[in-house]
């Protein structure tokens, strides 16, 4: 395993990405998980029969300060390469998605404006999200995948919330859910880019917490919870990356 190589490694379309982060996360992650676990255990159970009591503390401690920098250095490269697939996962499928030239743009625009007015009658009258999503065209997806978040933050401050910025709303849910509906309505190569993004993305969310439990374990740290729940999500970052069933 070298994530210099894999950092080197030329990604361009949303595939290329996809792919990376599926080698990434059945074969890089299992044996990063391998690794640190073994330097953790070596250091916690490193004996000598021919050092001092202080000087087999000072060996053990020395072996579980590079077990931690091993644990964080890979957590810290693997984050960044799953991190950098999904950018430029997201990057090709807004190239796909864009309209071409100018006159294209402006018919697209005018598509999405009268689609959002309907949405957000829709939603003015107090249909959920989830309800205008159902049997949505891909104009309205589109619409309201732009517009959406700023009406849900405008609905907020109506009602008069005063919130923290932490409590207030976060559109992220609605946003993959939109992201989910509109994926098998976009045609070749923009349907596939955005499933292959979502893809990523879902890989990153999950990836993100096994690294985690890299970085407990290589610090000596990790509980039983932490390791089953890095292992679960690590299962997770997998799955989410395998091919679509024929």
Not at 51 to 57: I, Q, V
Request: charged share 25%; proline share 4%; glycine share 6%.
């Amino acid at each position: 395993m070298d994530l210099n190589a894999l950092s080197q490694r030329y990604l361009v379309t949303a595939a290329d990405a996809l792919d990376h982060v599926r080698q990434i996360t059945t074969t890089v992650l299992p044996q990063a998980q391998q690794r640190v676990t073994d330097a953790a255990r070596t250091a916690q159970g490193f004996t000598d029969p021919n050092l001092s009591a202080e000087g087999l503390d000072a060996r053990r401690r020395e072996l579980a300060q590079q077990a931690q920098q091993l644990g964080a250095t890979l957590a810290d490269g693997i984050g960044h390469e799953v991190e950098r697939a999904a950018a430029i996962a997201r990057d090709a499928y807004e190239r796909h998605s864009a309209p071409g030239d100018t006159q294209q743009q402006l018919l697209a625009e005018m598509r999405l404006s009268r689609a959002w007015e309907r949405a957000r009658g829709q939603l003015d009258a107090g249909a959920a999200l989830s309800e205008v999503i159902e049997g949505a065209d891909v104009d309205t997806l589109r619409a309201l995948r732009a517009e959406y978040p700023a009406y849900l933050r405008a609905q907020d401050k109506r009602q008069g919330m005063d919130r923290a910025q932490g409590d207030r709303p976060d559109p992220t849910a609605a946003v993959r859910a939109l992201d989910e509906a509109l994926a098998p309505l976009l045609p070749g190569e923009a349907g596939k880019a955005l499933a292959a993004t979502l893809a990523a993305e879902s890989a990153l969310t999950a990836t993100r917490q096994a690294l985690d439990g890299l970085r407990l374990t290589g610090a000596g740290s990790a509980t039983p919870l932490d390791t089953l729940t890095a292992a679960y999500a690590a299962n997770d970052a997998a799955r989410a990356t395998a091919p679509a069933a024929a």
